[in-house]
């Protein structure tokens, strides 16, 4: 019994030598003999001899399994090393294998859909038949503006000539200097022109065609990234698929790239695809030390490009950056992140400002301010994170105070240091907007009626609704956003997140790249119900957000928690569902939007404008190179892409001066007097003005937004009398006084052409007075 016994407690040390091992199973029987008690000799009698032999038996077999596990023996390790290996392995394989078809699925995705843009811009535009007068003109809402300068860096004697001709451009607006990279943010045009002579594309394919090709390619990388975004955030690439989906159903709402390809955001809003797409595994737990430099590396690169082609792109990445300082406030993520986004926001601002000729308006930006206020802020407050609930939530309240304090101090006195024109405007045109004010201001009241900023109508929630992607999102925003808001009183009661959260838990709304979106969608949510414009942002990421709800395990756990499922198994039945729902969904949408699409491409819709075609020749034959034309902004973008020739204004909306040129060049519809016209325009150096029926005669039932609406309320020519809005002059319209062809107005100028749409009336240099 004593020889057993000590084999048995021998087995049980871990760690120590026979020799170490033996003198403690002697004191244990010493302690068992002397403390416990001598042993019954009645139950030593009782054991029989087979019993003994039994014992003893036992006895070699413990021996003999003691002297294998000491020996360390093949027989007893091999095995389970060899099974974890080959775990690992179909493991490791498993994964390679659904992201190697999940990158081929988002690749697939993105290059059918650009070769679809471009089968649809050719069906629309009959784009392939036209001569290159008429391709140019296809580009509209005064987009062709910058197709102008691309062409006009491939014409110079170098690249190098080019880039310096365009910062000294006095070519473009009669009377004045401009830097035409800098007003109009041509870096997409100096790269794509760049590209097309290093290549040698020159002999391959025509520059208009590269052109427009580069922009849809970028349209593409768009529709990958939202394909990897929802992917990364659902775990599958269904949902992927299935955001690519409702993206291309909804079209209209998601881009304007077939009606005006050369536009800033259709540059610009595929690199901020990326860049959220990075930014949302960056912030996933989940995530490997090399992936997650891989997507701060991709995060810096995509937020530079970002600032660099769009000018009204830090508003953007401080509503972005907003929605971060919320989570950061909140502990949603870790300091050292946060800390890695603040170093990427600071340092893509600092070459933006750079590369952008030292632009004062990304100092005076709300993105920097907001990142000065949240560095003093969290400066002042070190330990704003700790303590009960009731404590907390006042820190986080004065935090708020002191950031957005400091935040608008500092934007205040940057705007008094530095010249920034564009601020008074844009809060001006706020206060009407709000109702906060009322302006007989041209430049507000003008930006108003601007369909992009005037509130949306009810056909596009109508539209997300019969594409069924509105429904849904807002069931997956609900479960999501209370979710998150569990998380959130979690937090501030003190209890830690958890980084590894299971299936089982039901917790969708601690993972951070889903508490990011929620913020996301909910802030661009509340300014497209304010913005038409802003459904462009909103729209792509309601289809990504929506498709990785319906496809995630987690959000249908989170809901079955809540409601405490017991008769089905909740993981099984979150399974199920987050396979079937998706499938039902894509179903539905190839049975339905599928032949409409194909439909669009057999369409062919006739577009062409033969009295555009017939001024712009007229223009290029008949008028001098050293030329001035004043009209509408978008109609001089077409004047100068097709001729050269200088214009009076630009179409831009971000620069005050150009506004208030374009005032003064709207004038001929107002109504004004021959030599009040003829001073204006004559300051401008302007030679020719080119009046269009569609303005002067403009009909419309709501009346207020027309252009000569807008200047009889600016000009002062407005009676109102029983709510009705009357216009009252002593002189008649201008545009449709001159066309009586009768003094005064044939003493300052003379007709050139007409035809339907537009009349081009020469300023003369001499006055000649007839009566």
Not at 237 to 243: E, I
Not at 349 to 369: D, G, R, T, W
Request: hydrophobic letters at 40%; glycine letters at 6%; proline letters at 4%.
């Amino acid at each position: 019994m004593t020889e057993l016994r000590c084999r048995k407690t021998a087995v049980t040390v871990e760690g120590d030598g026979e020799e170490e091992e033996e003198p403690k199973t002697e004191n244990r029987e010493e302690q068992s003999s002397g403390v416990n008690g001598p042993v019954n000799p009645e139950d030593d009698g009782n054991v029989s001899e087979d019993g003994a032999g039994n014992k003893e038996d036992e006895g070699e077999e413990e021996d003999e399994r003691m002297k294998k596990e000491e020996l360390n023996t093949p027989e007893t390790t091999e095995t389970p090393v060899k099974g974890a290996r080959k775990s690992f392995a179909s493991g490791f394989l498993q994964r390679l294998v659904r992201v190697f078809f999940g990158c081929l699925a988002a690749v697939a995705c993105g290059m059918l859909y650009a070769v679809y843009l471009s089968t649809y811009h050719d069906r629309k535009f009959w784009f392939s038949t036209r001569q290159e007068l008429e391709r140019e003109i296809t580009f509209q809402e005064g987009s062709g503006l910058y197709y102008y300068y691309y062409k006009h860096l491939l014409t110079a004697s170098s690249f190098e000539r080019g880039f310096y001709e365009l910062t000294l451009d006095n070519n473009t607006v009669s009377g004045q200097t401009i830097n035409a990279v800098e007003s109009l943010s041509l870096y997409p045009e100096l790269i794509t022109s760049f590209l097309y002579r290093v290549t040698g594309s020159q002999d391959v394919i025509e520059p208009i065609y590269f052109y427009v090709g580069a922009v849809f390619g970028l349209q593409a990388v768009y529709v990958t990234a939202l394909f990897v975004c929802s992917w990364v955030m659902s775990g599958t690439w269904v949902a992927g698929m299935l955001a690519v989906a409702w993206y291309v159903i909804n079209r209209p709402d998601t881009t304007k790239v077939d009606q005006a390809i050369p536009l800033r955001d259709n540059w610009a809003l595929p690199y901020f695809s990326c860049q959220v797409a990075a930014l949302t595994g960056f912030l996933s737990n989940n995530i490997t030390s090399a992936a997650e430099m891989f997507c701060y590396l991709t995060m810096s690169a995509t937020t530079f490009t970002f600032l660099l082609v769009w000018e009204h792109s830090h508003y953007v990445l401080f509503i972005q950056g907003l929605c971060l300082f919320l989570l950061d406030s909140f502990d949603l993520v870790p300091t050292r992140k946060m800390a890695d986004i603040h170093k990427v926001y600071l340092s893509s601002l600092f070459l933006a400002y750079l590369f952008q000729f030292q632009n004062p308006a990304l100092l005076s930006s709300p993105l920097l301010s907001l990142m000065i206020g949240s560095v003093l802020a969290r400066y002042f407050q070190q330990k704003m994170k700790v303590g009960p609930l009731v404590a907390r939530v006042m820190k986080l309240l004065l935090h708020f105070h002191l950031v957005f304090t400091t935040g608008i101090t500092f934007s205040y006195l940057v705007k008094k240091l530095l010249p920034v024109s564009e601020s008074d405007f844009i809060l001006k045109f706020l206060e009407v907007k709000f109702g906060l004010n009322a302006t007989t201001d041209f430049v507000p009241n003008f930006l108003m009626c601007q369909e992009s900023l005037q509130t949306p109508s009810q056909d596009l929630f109508l539209r997300l609704t019969q594409a069924s992607v509105l429904p849904f999102y807002l069931l997956v925003l609900s479960v999501c956003l209370l979710s998150t808001l569990q998380t959130i009183y979690r937090r501030l009661s003190g209890q830690l997140m958890q980084t590894n959260l299971k299936l089982e838990d039901g917790r969708i709304g601690e993972q951070p790249e889903v508490i990011y979106h929620v913020f996301h969608t909910l802030i661009f949510g509340g300014l497209a119900l304010l913005f038409d414009g802003m459904k462009y942002l909103w729209t792509p990421y309601v289809c990504m957000f929506t498709a990785f709800g319906v496809c995630s395990p987690e959000l249908w756990m989170t809901v079955f928690r809540w409601l405490k499922l017991k008769s089905i198994h909740p993981v099984v039945l979150s399974l199920i569902l987050s396979t079937a729902v998706p499938t039902i969904i894509g179903f539905s949408l190839w049975r339905e939007y599928c032949p409409r699409v194909l439909a669009e491409l057999s369409d062919l819709p006739e577009f062409y404008d033969p009295d555009t075609v017939e001024l712009i020749s007229w223009v290029r034959s008949q008028a001098p190179l050293t030329a001035v034309f004043a009209g509408s902004p978008q109609l001089l973008g077409t004047v100068k892409l097709c001729s050269g020739s200088a214009v009076t204004t630009l179409p831009l909306y971000s620069d005050v001066n150009l506004l208030r040129r374009t005032e003064d060049t709207y004038q001929v519809y107002a109504m004004r007097s021959a030599e009040d016209i003829y001073k204006i325009l004559t300051a401008q150096k302007t030679n020719y003005f080119i009046i269009e029926e569609s303005i002067c005669n403009e009909l419309s039932l709501v009346r207020g937004c027309r252009i000569k609406d807008l200047l009889d309320i600016s000009n002062g020519h407005v009676v109102y009398d029983k709510g009705e809005m009357y216009s009252f002059s002593k002189h008649g319209r201008f545009c449709q006084e001159i066309k009586m062809n009768y003094s005064p107005y044939t003493n300052y100028f003379t007709r050139v052409f007409w035809n339907r749409s537009y009349h081009i009336y020469k300023v003369n240099s001499v006055i000649s007075f007839q009566y």
